[in-house]
């Protein structure tokens, strides 16, 4: 995929200026459980508080209030457009990923349809798909690489096949398969995608017509934002779609899949969390130009520190890493030889280090590492506001347990 130059070629990723941007980062802990939620900038804060300062009605009436509900609804999806490359009538926004998906899968595919979905995703982009009466042929990882073989979805989809679900990006693993070759796969046997941008959004540039994702899910608490769900799709595809629905609510696309009236003030704290992403760069240019750059040097800056931070648990004989992916996220999945994960974390939380342990709802990778009924592992991964010293802060501690007692039983 290619992407505009930066605008400014002179500008650098400065971890400090992106860390001043977070109340929260000042409270001393390391906080590499950014793939489980990240922490909030005072752009989105003052976003959200400011939405409520100002009077804030319902939105389709006649005064004030009410007009600036409708604008910051219309900003929500003109942003959430920009971060993925969509366009605005084609979002989505709901309570999260989970519940958009539900409501999705349903109108999506039902019984006599086939999907295709994968070990490697997220229960969220699974059991939706299971549970609406369609058939279902598994794709596979390979427990050893954590990749996902492109070459087993031209077996696996046929002209049966309604709808392939595959996510962008593991949240365990942080293994990115190869979307685009997936999704060529499926649209040449007349399929569509779902993919699953969750984890994937809040760790680099995302073009969902590269990835040729029909349905692009992402929930902004991943990326700086308040708990909010969106799915990015065509309209023109979201208008041949007819989800359960209330008599009187408006049957217009996207308003059509939103239930009940929407979280107004987190609305405007996305849209923020959008901008927030988009300066992480110095830059110039449209908000879609400056978040690709932005991304991008996020990414860069991500995948520099991980290196370190892998190298380091590599080095210690007494943790095993999980996967080897070719193209991945700053996500690691380890264990502590003789230790439960949730000892480990506990371990690491004492000294400050906040990071997941168990199965992250990756329940069936889990289950094809192996790991699932012992605990799962624990998972350290890093965001934008990461810096070396949270890193170090880690590796400290992991090597603290090298002479752990074995596990109770
Ligand atoms: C990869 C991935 N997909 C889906 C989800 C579910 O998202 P939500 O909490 O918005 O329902 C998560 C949440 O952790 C996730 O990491």
Not at 42 to 60: E, K, M, P
Not at 314 to 341: D, I, N
Request: overall charge negative.
């Amino acid at each position: 995929m290619a992407f505009p130059p930066r605008q400014d070629a002179t500008a650098t990723y400065s971890p400090e200026t992106v860390r001043n941007a977070y109340p929260s980062l000042s409270d001393g802990h390391a906080y590499l459980d950014g793939a489980a939620g990240t922490q909030t900038p005072q752009s989105v804060i003052d976003a959200i508080t400011g939405a409520y300062r100002a009077g804030l009605s319902n939105v389709g009436g006649t005064f004030p209030a009410s007009h600036r509900a409708d604008a910051i609804v219309a900003a929500c999806r003109a942003a959430v457009a920009d971060l993925v490359g969509g366009v605005p009538h084609g979002v989505i926004l709901g309570a999260n990923m989970t519940t958009l998906t539900y409501r999705l899968a349903r109108v999506l595919t039902g019984p006599g349809d086939e999907v295709v979905i994968s070990r490697l995703d997220h229960d969220a982009n699974v059991r939706p798909w299971t549970q609406t009466g369609a058939r279902v042929r598994w794709a596979e990882v390979d427990p050893v690489t954590g990749e996902l073989p492109v070459d087993q979805f031209t077996e696996l989809v046929g002209p049966r096949t309604r709808l392939v679900a595959v996510s962008a990006a593991s949240n365990i693993l942080g293994t990115r398969p190869d979307v685009a070759a997936i999704c060529e796969i499926a649209h040449a046997a007349g399929a569509l995608t779902y993919v699953d941008g969750v984890h994937a959004t809040a760790h680099g540039p995302v073009d969902v017509h590269a990835l040729g994702a029909d349905f692009y899910a992402t929930s902004a608490y991943k990326w700086s934002g308040p708990h909010v769900g969106a799915v990015i799709a065509d309209p023109v595809a979201l208008e041949s779609l007819h989800p359960d629905k209330l008599l009187p609510s408006p049957d217009t696309v996207p308003e059509r899949f939103e239930l009940g009236t929407a979280p107004l003030a987190d609305l405007a704290g996305v849209t923020a969390a959008v901008d927030h992403l988009a300066g992480l760069l110095p830059g110039t240019g449209s908000r879609r130009e400056r978040l690709l750059a932005s991304m991008a040097a996020a990414e860069e800056h991500e995948l520099g520190l991980f290196a370190e931070m892998l190298a380091g648990l590599e080095t210690m004989p007494h943790v095993t890493l999980y996967g080897k992916p070719a193209r991945r996220t700053a996500t690691a999945y380890f264990t502590v030889a003789g230790l439960p994960p949730r000892r480990v974390a506990e371990h690491l939380a004492a000294r400050g280090v906040n990071v997941w342990s168990g199965h992250n709802y990756a329940w069936e990778l889990t289950g094809a590492l192996g790991v699932r009924d012992s605990g799962g592992a624990v998972r350290a991964g890093l965001v934008h506001y990461n810096d070396r010293s949270d890193v170090e802060r880690l590796l400290e501690g992991v090597a603290e347990l090298r002479s752990s007692p074995p596990a109770r039983p």
